[in-house]
Structures are given as structure tokens and as C-alpha cells.
């Protein structure tokens, strides 16, 4: 099977990389948890719009953690199935996007889109955070994962095949597919 994995959320802990920075910049106290939904404001802007700006800096990028089991469960993965990274990070985050992964991560492929469906990446399962991708993937004819964050707990997929708190339960979920 061709699995596509999105990167913010699922491989790269950019919330959780950006949170004290904007804490000691705004005087706030936001703990990961509180980021409930993905246009949260902090200082009236919203999360993602903090990202975008932060994705500019090469060593916010370079530095940002992994999800946690993210590595171990890729290379599970790995050994039955081919992997495309699907991000729709900026183009002018794909140098340093590269360099990150390729330090963390096996995979086969990369594609920088927006759009998220087995004809845009040419896989047969996606596993993201953000329900949009993965109904839209879903629509599209394809089989999705859908890796739980505070940001998406209200927000499930209508069409998601599984939901996923934790990396460790992925591997065994894409069996249960192929």
C-alpha cells in the first residue's frame, strides 16, 4: 500500500515548538492542550498565522521535535508499505523541511500541495490531523487515519476508516487495511 503522511501535527510537534516562544514573547501561559482548534488567538492572532511567520525562521524549522512515536512507527510502516510526505507547508519551507526529515524519517517521496487526494499524491491512505484533508482524501476514494491533537478533538472526519490517539496504534490499523 502507498501511505501519505502530512507533517505538522502528525510528524512535526510544531505547536508544541512554537507555544513557549509566543508565552515568553506575549506574557502568556498557554500549555499545549488549550490549542483547541486551529485559528486559536494568541495576542489576537491566530496559531497558524504565528506558524506561517515562524516557518521563515531555519532554525524554528530545524529544531521543531517529532510527534512522539512518530519515528518508530514510520519504520514499522516502512517495511510493507511505501511512504509519500504530503505537507502544505509553504514552497519556501522545502529546503529546510527536506533537511529535517531526511534526519528523522525513512521515506520514498515528498509532495508540497494543498490538495490531499489519491489523485494529487498517488497513495492509498493518508494519515492526517486535519479532517478537511481527510474527508477530502476520503471523498476521493481513498483510505484514511486521522492522528487525534487538541486542535481536532472536535473535529473528526466524517468519511476517517480510523482515529488514532497515538502513533503506536497506526502500524496495526494499516494492516487491518491493506
Known amino acids: 500500500m502507498k501511505v501519505t503522511v502530512d507533517i505538522d501535527g502528525v510528524l512535526s510537534d510544531v505547536v508544541g515548538h512554537i507555544l513557549p516562544i ?15 482548534h486551529w485559528d486559536f488567538p494568541i495576542n489576537g492572532i491566530s496559531i497558524g498565522e504565528h506558524l ?8 524554528f524549522l530545524l529544531t521543531t521535535p517529532e510527534i512522539e512515536g ?8 516502512a517495511k510493507h508499505h511505501e511512504i509519500t510526505i504530503v505537507t502544505g507547508r509553504p514552497e519556501y519551507t522545502k529546503r529546510y523541511t527536506y533537511l529535517w526529515l531526511n534526519d528523522r524519517f525513512m521515506y520514498n517521496n515528498i509532495i508540497f500541495t494543498n490538495k490531499k ?12 490531523d486535519y479532517f478537511k ?6 471523498n476521493s476514494g481513498g483510505k484514511t ?10 473535529y473528526i472526519a466524517e468519511e476517517v476508516n480510523y482515529v488514532a490517539t497515538k502513533w503506536k496504534e497506526i502500524p496495526k490499523m494499516i494492516e487491518r487495511m491493506a
Open 117 to 128: 487526494t489519491i489523485q494529487s499524491t498517488g497513495c492509498d491512505l493518508l494519515i492526517d
Open 145 to 154: 487515519i486521522q492522528l487525534l491533537q487538541p486542535w481536532n478533538e472536535n
Open 133 to 138: 484533508y481527510i474527508d477530502d482524501f476520503s
Open 70 to 77: 512518530a519515528r518508530e512507527a514510520l519504520i514499522k510502516i
Open 52 to 59: 506561517k511567520e515562524y516557518f521563515f525562521n531555519q532554525e
Open 22 to 36: 509566543l508565552n515568553i514573547k506575549y506574557g502568556t501561559n498557554y500549555q499545549y492542550k488549550d490549542i483547541n
